[in-house]
Antibody, heavy 113, light 107 residues
Framework: EVQLVESGGGLVQPGGSLRLSCEAS????????MHWVRQAPGKGPVWVSR????????NYADSVKGRFTMSRDNAKNAVYLQMNSLRAEDTAVYYC??????WGQGTLVTVSS | DIQMTQSPSTLSASVGDTVTITCRAS??????LAWYQQKPGKAPKLLIY???SLQNGVPSRFSGSESGTEFTLTISSLQPDDFATYYC?????????FGQGTKLEIK
């Protein structure tokens, strides 16, 4: 069974940093692009970033480019999202996804003073 | 960025009805479109991928179709569990984008 479990969310002040983690199991992790998608309260999902199987190629939404960095550790079956210079508008539930078909349960990031 | 225009934003229907939700892409996305169902406090659940392929385990009353850049999700014989919010999602070109959502309510 495919499982994706996110962690690392919490309350952070504007300008602060946070690192999200997503642990994957139940599939050949290295074979898949992995993504982060976020959803602000009461809003629709918004794609944030993606990384290819060997971790060489990454892409980001313009809204996070230069502030967020996505990485992966295939030995640990994990992906990460390092979020710096956080803003109030980054407040959202952050989901780790395997392609389009499997999503984690999400982790809430709140940026507020 | 590719804009996904989803309609209607709200839909009221009764158990047993058949409903249709539409998404129009601002440019060609081939068939790289997914439909999701989301319930409050839960992650989106994949229903349809590649415009018309039914995800494993999803009831056959859900179906997807396409005509050019217009995509349709049809739910036949609505069940009580189907009342939720639905999103379309294009994954042809990054930044990948989502529709604004359709909230399906009980009439």
């Amino acid at each position: 069974e495919v499982q994706l479990v996110e962690s690392g969310g919490g309350l952070v002040q504007p300008g602060g940093s946070l690192r999200l983690s997503c642990e994957a199991s139940g599939f050949s992790f290295i074979s898949y692009w992995m993504h982060w998608v976020r959803q602000a309260p009461g809003k629709g999902p918004v794609w944030v970033s993606r990384i290819n199987g060997d971790g060489i190629s990454t892409n980001y939404a313009d809204s996070v480019k230069g502030r967020f960095t996505m990485s992966r550790d295939n030995a640990k079956n994990a992906v990460y999202l390092q979020m710096n210079s956080l803003r109030a508008e980054d407040t959202a539930v952050y989901y780790c996804t395997r392609g389009v078909d499997h999503w984690g349960q999400g982790t809430l990031v709140t940026v507020s003073s | 960025d590719i804009q996904m225009t989803q309609s209607p934003s709200t839909l009221s229907a009764s158990v047993g009805d058949t409903v249709t939700i539409t998404c129009r892409a601002s440019q060609s996305i081939s068939s790289w479109l997914a439909w999701y169902q989301q319930k409050p406090g839960k992650a989106p659940k994949l229903l349809i991928y590649k415009a018309s392929s039914l995800q494993n385990g999803v009831p056959s009353r859900f179906s997807g179709s396409e005509s050019g850049t217009e995509f349709t999700l049809t739910i036949s014989s609505l069940q009580p569990d189907d009342f939720a919010t639905y999103y379309c999602h294009q994954y042809n070109t990054y930044p990948y984008t989502f529709g604004q959502g359709t909230k399906l309510e009980i009439k």
